[in-house]
C-alpha cells in the first residue's frame, strides 16, 4: 500500500476570503461560509444547524444535536463573535424554517456544488468547505491564540492543532530558539 498521504492545509488569507464572501451569490451560502470562517465548524455540523440550538441573547451557538452519539469529529459550542452575531440576527429575522442553512422553504443537505461555484466566481483553486475549518484555526494560531483554546474552540484534538496547524503560531518554537542564544 502507498503512504497515506499528509493532511492537507490550503487556507485562505484574509483577501481570498473576502474575495469568497464577495461571491456568494445565494444567501444561504454566504452565511454558511461565514459561520465556518468564524467558528472553524465542519460542514455537516453548519448544515444539521436549528434556530433552537442558537442563543443570540448570550451569543452562543451549541453545535451539539440532541440524540447525536458524539464521535472523534467532535461538535462543540461556539461563542459567538461580533461580526457573526450581526449576520446571524439578519439571518434569523428572514429565515422560514428551523435551519439556520435553509434554501427553497427546506433545509440544505450539501452545499459543496453552490460553494464551488462561489470559489470559482472568486478565482479561487483547491477550495472546499473544509477549507474553511483550516482558515478558522489558522487565523486564530496566527493572532496569537493559544493551541488549546483553539481546540477546545473548535472541537479538535490538542495534538491534531498542533501538529497539522502549531507552525502558524507566532511563537512556535520561539522558546527553544532563544534557549540557544
Partial sequence: MPPKPGP?????????????LDACKAHHVK????IALHTGSRSG????????????????????????????????????????????????MLATTEHVIEWAGGPVARILHAFRDAAARA????VTPHVLC????????????PVWEVAGFTGRRLEMVQEVYGHHHPDHLRAAARALG
Avoid at 123 to 126: A, F, P, V, Y
Fill in 123 to 126: 478565482g479561487l483553486k483547491g
Fill in 8 to 20: 492537507r492545509v490550503r487556507w485562505l488569507t484574509e483577501a481570498e476570503a473576502a474575495r469568497l
Fill in 31 to 34: 452565511l454558511f461560509t461565514t
Fill in 45 to 92: 455540523a453548519i448544515l444539521g444547524l436549528t434556530w433552537d440550538r442558537m442563543d443570540l441573547e448570550n451569543r452562543l451557538i451549541d453545535f451539539r444535536e440532541p440524540g447525536r452519539i458524539q464521535t472523534r469529529k467532535r461538535r462543540v459550542p461556539v461563542p459567538i463573535n461580533d461580526t457573526l452575531h450581526a449576520v446571524l440576527l439578519e439571518a434569523h
Fill in 134 to 145: 483550516h482558515t478558522a484555526i489558522t487565523w486564530m494560531l496566527q493572532r496569537g491564540v
